[in-house]
């Protein structure tokens, strides 16, 4: 089941550059995308958000775009600080019933090098 | 900032076992769910709670899984008899009524099953 797809294992990049973390998906249904960043052994943390109804959404140097027609989105991370590095995973939901159950990809790896 | 808690972070049972995993949700959170992370693959949703009841699961939430909110506070995922397929990572998360989409996740429990 690859309804969520990060195609990018790892993401290597520069302290004050630009990190695009990239996300495809398959379900039309999906009506909400959020991104999560991971340390080791720690629970997802929630960065940030966008509704089908958008195609942008920032919040501090953290901006998700949506392309519903190309079924993609991105994260980018402007400036880049060491503290980022972690796993960024997408994920999606479709409402059904009385819950909004994310569907995640598998994650993308990323370092920022001082 | 509240957050979801979840005990015991690390748990080690023998096959066959039963184990009870806890989790305490945000406080004015209404929905709840499990989710789970096989080393190396993605974090699979389990199992969705809404007003005292299952409101959506996976087909991995077969009859050896239970849920319960035994009280006003606790959130619990039960494993009656447990496989070594079973050994993952176990996320909580919680939602609230005005931002169900968004789910907050717990530091997660680790179990292995020997």
């Known amino acids: 089941d690859q309804q969520v797809k990060q195609n990018s294992p790892s993401l290597s990049v520069q302290e004050g550059r630009i990190s695009i973390l990239n996300c495809d998906y398959t379900n039309s249904m999906f009506d909400y995308f959020l991104w999560y960043k991971k340390y080791p052994a720690e629970g997802p943390t929630f960065l940030i958000s966008i509704s089908s109804i958008k195609d942008k959404n920032e919040d501090g140097r953290f901006t998700v775009f949506l392309n519903k027609s190309a079924k993609h989105l991105s994260l980018h991370i402007v400036p880049s600080q060491p503290g980022d590095s972690a796993v960024y995973f997408c994920a999606a939901s479709v409402r059904g019933g009385s819950n909004y159950k994310l569907t995640f990809g598998k994650g993308t790896l990323l370092t920022v090098n001082p | 900032e509240p957050e979801v808690t979840q005990t015991p972070s690390h748990q080690v049972t023998q096959m066959g076992q039963e184990v009870i995993l806890r989790c305490v949700p945000i406080?004015?959170?209404?929905?709840f769910y499990w989710y789970r992370q096989i080393l190396g693959q993605k974090v699979e949703f389990l199992v969705s709670?809404?007003?005292?009841?299952?409101?959506?699961k996976s087909e991995i939430f077969d009859d050896q899984f239970s849920v319960e909110r035994p009280d006003g506070s606790n959130f619990t995922l039960k494993i009656r008899s447990t496989k070594l397929e079973d050994s993952a990572m176990y996320f909580c998360?919680?939602?609230?009524?005005?931002?169900?989409?968004?789910?907050?996740f717990g530091p997660g429990t680790r179990l292995l099953v020997l």
């Open positions: 709670f809404y007003n005292n009841e299952i409101s959506e």
């Open positions: 406080s004015n959170h209404l929905y």
């Open positions: 998360a919680s939602s609230d009524s005005r931002a169900k989409e968004t789910q907050y």
